[in-house]
């Protein structure tokens, strides 16, 4: 089991800066992805950025050259850097862990903190 906690949202204006950041407890390797979503009112959950098992980063294409990731395996956390915020990133934050049974195995588990809010006003 992982436990997740999150850290670092609130209420920022447009063109500014937060950093989000993740800790996880538990059973934690550095062959888990870490990553962070979004959802905001009336919209499903979206990927915002991944940092895989294998080092490999996703990004969605509206954080493109804005948003950040990174982790440290040794303290199990993962960090957001969100600059240029824009107020359509105004959402409820996640930390995800995905477990699978190997590198790049396609069966997994997903672990989710509780959220922290983001909000960017105009």
């Known amino acids: 089991q992982v436990q997740l906690v999150e850290f670092g949202g609130g209420l920022v204006q447009a063109g500014g800066s937060l950093r989000l950041s993740c800790a996880a407890s538990g059973s934690m390797f550095s062959t888990d992805d870490m990553g962070w979503y979004r959802q905001a009112p009336g919209k499903q959950r979206e990927l915002v950025a991944l940092l895989t098992g294998l080092d490999i980063i996703n990004y969605a294409d509206s954080v493109k050259g804005r948003f950040t990731i990174s982790r440290d395996n040794a303290k199990n956390t993962v960090d957001l850097q969100m600059n240029s915020l824009k107020p359509e990133d105004t959402a409820r934050y996640y930390c995800?862990?995905?477990?699978?049974?190997?590198?790049?195995?396609?069966?997994?588990?997903?672990?989710w903190g509780q959220g922290t809010q983001v909000t960017v006003s105009s």
């Open positions: 995800n862990v995905r477990k699978r049974a190997y590198s790049g195995s396609p069966y997994y588990t997903d672990f």
